[in-house]
């Protein structure tokens, strides 16, 4: 089996401006946040991002890195919506495209099976095929005669997510409940990448858990990277989740031009490892504020 | 303060009971509830009236019994794996009874999550359509508005996420065959479609609200029959189990204080 393991550096190297990048997770939930990091401190523009959006959305957008956001919702969980993400398509930054998050997911499984599209009843009669005017709807070549939305392949450039455990070959595990449609994301694109919490030698996968957390085979991957805390500050259970006093942060931050500045001074300017540092300081801090307020 | 009527029961808690009898007669079918009042909802029907209804635990699981808001996972009896893409076989199938919440709703029951005036330059961008276009031409499916105003039931929405009776039909076919928008619950009444053409109709008052009351707090013409009635008492056993078993703490009381 061939090695696969790359640096965050090595990742975004791989990348360029002008493509469509899907990303894994699910809200606010096991994001690839260190890859997205690492696409931040770069010099890559235009993206059309591909996501079942959360914070992922919402930092691209704000570093000006998204031409094009291709999602259902964009949403941190906890809190309903992510501020860069609105302020971005208030100010019509970027171009969207809005769809039921079911005709998402089956346009992801049509480019995995290299078809054009997949039928569904889901989009009919809504807003989704009114703001989308290129999607189309096909007739049912039988007997029902079913007129059905059309729900294009959504082909993607490159797609990373994140997982608990992987091999150095490319296999992949999750451990959490959910394993959401990453492994969609990596069949729907031509280069495939995952990050994650912990590279293991293959034997140990099993060690870690049962048969059907090793969901994405090497079949799926190209490139591997292992970045301890990599989905930080989205929730990455079993082994951390979400750091809802960060997320808070991130939030009353971005409300403000000078607190958003000084929030990417102090966490996002430098190294993946020193981000990790910064936010164990700050998880320091507000904690000793907390008890400081609970002892007066 | 919450305000009482005189028999004790809370404005909160007759929404609750409300949203319990979006899912009446429905067997085995798996309830997804947003917000508290459906989420009291779906587990007092299925303590009671609805024992077959399969209840979820909002992450990836699908749970045994009927666990109280806020239940920690170690005391979740779990039945069966329900990941996110599982879920949308369920959509698919049909099997499934859904309470949404809507940030606007109209006369002709379309709701809109996605975007506060023209998608096309949104004066507030929210949520997202999420799966509210799929849902409703899938499995019936309710909404729940805390807040009745002028600013959430609206002429027309801004932009239809969950698809209404009028566009429904304007669709054809393929989209009228499984839709069913059942009931709109708001922290005022309880409205359903059952007109002639398809169109919002009072279907009952919470008691300490009048129908004028609803009215003006509506932004379209209303059907109002002749006689309202009021949304019925829970029982004392429904009484006791949202009080005592599903929402010990009150959270019911956070949503609607009325």
């Known amino acids: ?296 | 303060m919450t305000e009482t009527t005189d028999t004790g029961v809370t404005r909160a808690e007759y929404c609750a009971i409300a949203c319990a009898e979006v899912f009446r007669g429905d067997g085995e079918v798996m309830a997804s509830a947003f917000g508290t009042a459906p989420a009291l909802g779906a587990r007092l029907a299925r303590l009671t009236f609805a024992p077959d209804l399969v209840l979820t635990d909002g992450d990836a699981a699908l749970v045994d019994g009927a666990p109280p808001l806020g239940a920690r996972p170690d005391e979740l009896v779990f039945e069966s794996h329900m990941p996110y893409r599982r879920v949308f076989d369920v959509v698919w199938s049909g099997r499934r009874n859904l309470i949404m919440m809507a940030s606007q709703i109209d006369r002709t029951g379309n709701q809109n999550i996605s975007a506060i005036g023209p998608w096309a330059h949104p004066k507030a961008q929210l949520v997202g359509v999420r799966g509210a276009p799929g849902n409703t031409v899938n499995h019936s499916t309710s909404y729940w508005v805390p807040n009745h105003s002028t600013r959430s039931f609206v002429e027309q929405v801004d932009v239809v996420s969950g698809v209404g009776y009028a566009r429904a039909a304007a669709a054809g076919p393929s989209a009228e065959r499984f839709h069913e928008i059942r009931r709109v619950v708001s922290n005022l009444g309880v409205f359903d479609f059952a007109t002639p053409d398809k169109v919002m109709r009072l279907a009952s008052v919470h008691p300490g609200v009048s129908v004028d009351d609803v009215v003006a707090a509506t932004g379209f013409a209303l059907v109002v029959p002749d006689d309202v009635p009021q949304t019925r008492l829970p029982t004392p056993e429904e009484l006791d189990l949202l009080r005592n078993v599903l929402d010990p703490t009150s959270l019911r009381d956070r949503e609607v204080s009325a």
Request: aromatic share 8%; glycine share 10%.
């Open chain 1, 1 to 296: 089996m061939g090695d696969k393991q790359m640096t965050l550096d090595e990742f975004v190297g791989e990348l360029s401006s002008g493509m469509t990048l899907g990303i894994g997770g699910w809200g606010s939930r096991r994001k690839p946040m260190a890859a997205v990091r690492a696409i931040l401190r770069s010099d890559l523009s235009d993206l059309t991002v591909v996501s079942y959006g959360g914070p992922d959305v919402g930092l691209l957008c704000a570093a000006g890195k998204v031409a094009k956001v291709v999602y259902g919702f964009v949403t941190l969980d906890s809190i309903p919506t992510d501020p860069h993400f609105k302020a971005a398509r208030q100010s019509g930054a970027v171009e969207a495209m809005e769809v039921d998050e079911g005709m998402f997911y089956l346009g992801l499984l049509a480019a995995s099976q290299r078809v054009p599209f997949l039928p569904t009843r889901s989009g009919l009669g809504s807003d989704v095929l009114t703001v989308n005017p290129s999607l189309r709807t096909v007739r049912s070549p039988y007997d029902d005669g079913e007129e059905l939305v059309a729900m294009p392949a959504l082909h993607l450039d490159a797609a990373v997510v994140h997982v608990n455990r992987a091999d150095a070959a490319g296999s992949g595990q999750i451990l959490g409940p959910d394993p959401f449609f990453d492994e969609l994301f990596l069949g729907a694109a031509d280069r495939r990448f995952v990050t994650t919490e912990k590279l293991v030698p293959t034997r140990q996968l099993a060690e870690e858990g049962p048969i059907q957390t090793m969901c994405i085979s090497r079949l799926l991957t190209d490139g591997v990277i292992e970045t301890p805390g990599g989905a930080h500050f989205t929730a990455c259970v079993p082994d951390y989740g979400r750091d809802e006093g960060f997320q808070r942060e991130y939030v009353a931050a971005a409300g403000d031009p000078d607190a958003w500045a000084a929030f990417t001074e102090r966490y996002l300017a430098a190294d993946e490892e020193s981000y990790q540092a910064a936010t164990r300081v700050a998880a320091d801090e507000r904690a000793a504020a907390r008890a400081a307020k609970e002892g007066a």
